[in-house]
């Protein structure tokens, strides 16, 4: 379902970071990184962050600029990689490729023409998330001693279950999946300036006088990023059809209509593969120094692109040590 379909169905309200502090969030790792890796790529100039063996490492500048706003306001991130991907996605996942490849080509392009404004949004677009970030992403997190969860399979679906069960008190998404998979609470705009937003599902549901399951049969009439949705519904026709009909199998039978493996794609929102296999402590004591050379030694990011960064991590966290005691 298109985010601005689910946009428009979601309760959504700015929420004070005063009003979340002393909160754990488990964070959609995958979603938060690509942000901030994409940010970085399209601002900062690649020899700020390319090794001398030509391996690129924007994320690990995109990480340090991006976990002291948690720490700032007394938040602990719990951060939720992805595990395999779904076959069901495989559509999806070819769909990015495509639109990735056809950002190469436009990115060579504005290359040989000179177009230095145009080559950095086109080398944004091409970003993946490559062996390397993923491994000095989770090395630099446990330098910082920020907790990470393994998924088994998509991160925003483990990170739902973990504050279904009461292990989180938001999921950290801009993803609006987060409501189809279950999470009661989802903050928002993390990766923004000024105040988060907060998504809340019993709100959403009671908006619209349905069930979570009536909620996940909506996004799939519209269309998800599991399967194609029916041609011409859109997220109010949905919501009609689907409150007068009862439920998913109810609507496309009066339609005529079908939707592929409609089963499977409908219990992986409500039973998704998920882990109870974790264990954090939410006491975060960062070792910046060591997280300082590996950055900056061992990866050979540009210093003077981390430093406020770490100086901001160090602050926080004395101030939050402090501000507990008192």
């Known amino acids: 379902m298109g985010n601005a379909d689910l946009r428009t169905l979601a309760a959504l309200s700015e929420v004070p970071f005063d009003e979340v502090a002393g909160s ?3 964070v959609d790792a995958h979603n938060w990184l690509y942000r901030y890796l994409t940010t970085t790529v399209k601002w900062t100039n690649s020899e700020k962050y390319t090794t001398s063996e030509g391996e690129e490492v924007a994320n690990l500048v995109g990480i340090v600029q ?3 706003k948690f720490f700032e306001h007394d938040l602990t991130p719990v951060f939720v990689f992805d595990g395999g991907v779904t076959e069901m996605k495989d ?3 070819a769909k990015r490729r495509e639109q990735r490849e056809k950002a190469e080509e436009r990115l ?5 023409a000179g177009d230095a404004v145009e080559a950095a949004r086109m080398e944004a677009r091409t970003q993946r998330l490559t062996d390397t970030i993923q491994e000095t992403s989770r090395e630099l997190l446990s330098l910082l001693d920020v907790p990470v969860v393994e998924a088994p399979a ?3 679906a483990q990170a739902s279950y973990m504050a279904r069960k009461g292990d989180a008190d938001y999921v950290g998404s801009e993803d609006y999946d987060t ?3 279950g999470a009661p609470y989802t903050l928002r705009q993390l990766t923004s300036k000024g105040n988060p937003e907060l998504m809340d599902l019993d709100a959403t549901l009671d908006k619209h006088d349905i069930t979570w399951e009536q ?3 909506i996004a799939m009439l519209c269309g998800t990023d599991f399967n194609e949705g029916i041609s011409g519904v859109g997220p109010k026709t949905a919501v009609k059809e689907v409150k007068k009909h009862g439920d998913l199998w109810a609507v496309l ?3 005529g209509d079908s939707i592929p493996n409609a089963d499977r794609v409908r219990e992986f929102f409500l039973d998704p593969p998920v882990t109870d296999e974790y264990d954090y402590d939410t006491d975060i004591d960062p070792d910046v120094e060591a997280a300082r050379k590996y950055v900056t030694e061992t990866w050979e990011v540009d210093p003077d692109e981390v430093r406020r960064g770490f100086e901001r991590i160090e602050d926080s966290v004395v101030q939050t040590g402090l501000d507990r005691w008192t």
């Open 24 to 26: 754990v969030v488990a």
């Open 66 to 68: 991006g976990l002291p």
């Open 91 to 93: 559509d999806e996942v």
């Open 108 to 112: 060579e392009e504005a290359r040989e």
């Open 154 to 156: 998509e991160g925003e």
């Open 179 to 181: 409501l189809l998979f």
């Open 215 to 217: 909620l996940v049969d």
């Open 253 to 255: 039978e009066a339609r």
